[in-house]
């Protein structure tokens, strides 16, 4: 279920109340956190994803503490309607030019906050995707420090950093944050292998606990099958040219993967987008589906989903879903449903395979034969990777629990002051 303005209103209106007919309690300072690396309105739903849970462990660590609340987050440039709205959520848009200025809006409104969690929108502080990125990303976190601000690397792939010069930077960065939060065991371990000696809490992401509508129960009929494409990969990445190594044509993998499905009334074909971009082509799913269901008649294409609540909601209501956008196959894996990722980074076997999930099928090594036979298996144990979820759904769980405790620890020390 999307964010909305009731909820920050209950949380509000809680907390004044409460401190109105207390005459001995001093008032407290409403609590403003910034979210870094998170948006609002991103076409990237898995970004979306992320500050949609964020927002709401801040809001419910606030309420338990009877704190009021205001949230920052700092966007980066997008078109699309914000999908997150509610009292107390304020969006900040910042421009490449801000992340050098001291007057700009990123450095004016971190003034502003009592704590910042930088999550670097999951996997980009790294430099897979290009010195550039890394250096949007890092700008945030010095700007945090030189004004003296908590910063809390909030669970996310970590590296990898394969330029020294990069290494060095984000290893320094790292040890002056309160705390850094990793989602996986890999990126646990790389930072001990390029000399991280500070605190790290292994989490894992917090996208695990986005809201959604469940589906209505159902029997019978044909097996929902769903298949992200995804439009970045499609397309060679942003070099256009095969940029994350993926060992067979990706394209001719999403038509084998959509064969074994189309055309038989045991089941039904869904394309899936979850990065939605009318700006940027090359970053479209939306167009990527629509142009592999049109090879395939009978098959249905998602609609484009308002927000990634939606999309998730979508995705619950399927018996089996694989793709390689891996906030779209922890929307499956969340709400039960059995699920191949596809890797073209590490990132998807240290998620999955550091909460017990051994299904992951990375593009990278193996070809497209290997990846039918995973797949093939996996629909034939559908009830047996169900179970295997609600197992590891409880180290999901397990894992957030001890995040919350340190989020919540960061807040206690931003504690009452008199007004």
């Not at 304020?90 to 502003?112: I, K």
Request: glycine share 10%.
């Amino acid at each position: 279920m999307s964010i909305t303005g009731t909820e920050g209103a209950a949380i509000g209106g809680g907390t004044a109340a409460k401190t109105a007919s207390t005459a001995t309690r001093a008032p407290e300072k409403t609590l403003t956190v910034g979210l870094v690396g998170h948006s609002t309105n991103s076409d990237n739903f898995g970004v979306g994803a992320l500050a949609a849970s964020q927002i709401d462990i801040l809001r419910r660590l606030a309420a338990r503490r009877g704190r009021a609340l205001k949230v920052i987050v700092f966007c980066w440039p997008d078109r699309r309607p914000h999908y997150i709205v509610g009292e107390g959520i304020e969006s900040v848009t910042v421009r490449g030019r801000d992340l050098v200025s001291p007057t700009g809006a990123l450095v004016r409104n971190l003034r502003r906050c009592d704590l910042v969690l930088d999550i670097g929108a999951g996997d980009s502080f790294a430099d897979i995707y290009g010195v550039s990125r890394f250096l949007k990303v890092l700008a945030p976190k010095l700007a945090t420090l030189a004004l003296r601000r908590p910063l809390i690397l909030a669970p996310q792939t970590i590296g990898p950093f394969r330029r020294g010069w990069v290494r060095r930077a984000a290893r320094t960065t790292m040890a002056l944050a309160t705390t850094v939060c990793t989602r996986d065991v890999a990126s646990t371990e790389y930072l001990r292998e390029i000399g991280y000696r500070g605190r790290i809490v292994e989490a894992t992401d917090v996208a695990m606990r986005l809201g959604y509508d469940r589906p209505a129960a159902r029997t019978g009929g044909p097996v929902r099958v769903g298949i992200n494409v995804s439009g970045l990969l499609l397309n060679g990445g942003y070099t256009r040219s095969n940029m994350f190594g993926i060992a067979d044509d990706y394209g001719a993998l999403m038509r084998a993967i959509a064969g074994e499905f189309a055309s038989r009334p045991d089941y039904e074909l869904h394309f899936v987008g979850h990065v939605l971009s009318e700006e940027q082509e090359i970053e479209d799913d939306y167009r990527a589906c629509q142009k592999l269901a049109a090879e395939f008649p009978g098959s249905i294409v998602a609609p484009r989903f308002g927000s990634p609540s939606e999309a998730k909601s979508y995705i619950a209501g399927l018996d089996f879903f694989t793709g390689a956008r891996m906030h779209a196959c922890i929307a499956a894996f969340s709400s039960g449903v059995p699920v191949v990722p596809l890797a073209y980074s590490r990132k998807f076997e240290g998620l999955f395979s550091t909460l017990g999930y051994k299904e992951t099928a990375d593009l990278r090594s193996m070809g497209t034969v290997e990846v039918l036979t995973r797949i093939r298996a996996a629909v034939a144990d559908l009830d047996g990777l169900r179970a295997q979820i609600e197992k590891d759904l409880v180290e999901a769980n397990r894992r957030l629990d001890h995040y919350e405790q340190i989020v919540d620890e960061a807040m206690a020390l931003r504690g009452p002051v008199t007004a």
